[in-house]
């Protein structure tokens, strides 16, 4: 299940990423649909990294029954900005943003592994019929 926290009343359907993170999981997941500054300045507390960013996760660091994955934050004006850019819907970055995040809640990471978390992206983006995400815009 998605508890979602939208501090800026982006409008989102949850059912697509309910399905995407059932695949994946069966823990909970935080979501939180923010603005540039409030994802700033989380970026600068958590990452030392005082920027806006489009999409940020935290796991639990430590795994117990019935606790969450963790929290997964999403700038909304980042969403907007790229969908516009790469001329697709806010829907599909939402979405692309997402899974990004979730696979690293999962553990994954493009920035230290050998790209297997751009292989699973690349196959979740296929499985759902979704435009390049950034990691695979990047490659």
């Known amino acids: 299940m998605i508890d979602l926290d939208n501090r800026v009343n982006f409008k989102i359907g949850l059912e697509k990423l309910e399905k995407i993170a059932f695949n994946l999981t069966n823990k909970d997941i935080e979501l939180i649909i923010t603005n540039n500054s409030e994802i700033q300045r989380i970026n600068k507390e958590h990452r030392q990294k005082d920027k806006p960013t489009d999409v940020l996760s935290f796991p639990l660091e430590f795994d117990m029954p019935n606790m969450p994955l963790g929290s997964i934050v999403i700038s909304k004006e980042f969403v907007e900005e790229k969908a516009k ?7 599909d970055e939402f979405t692309l943003l997402f899974i990004h995040g979730l696979l690293h809640l999962l553990g994954y990471d493009h920035e230290v592994d050998n790209g297997e978390h751009r292989q699973k992206e690349e196959e979740l983006i296929k499985k759902y019929n979704l435009p390049n995400s950034l990691i695979i815009r990047n490659s």
């Open 85 to 91: 850019e790469y001329n697709h819907s806010k829907e």
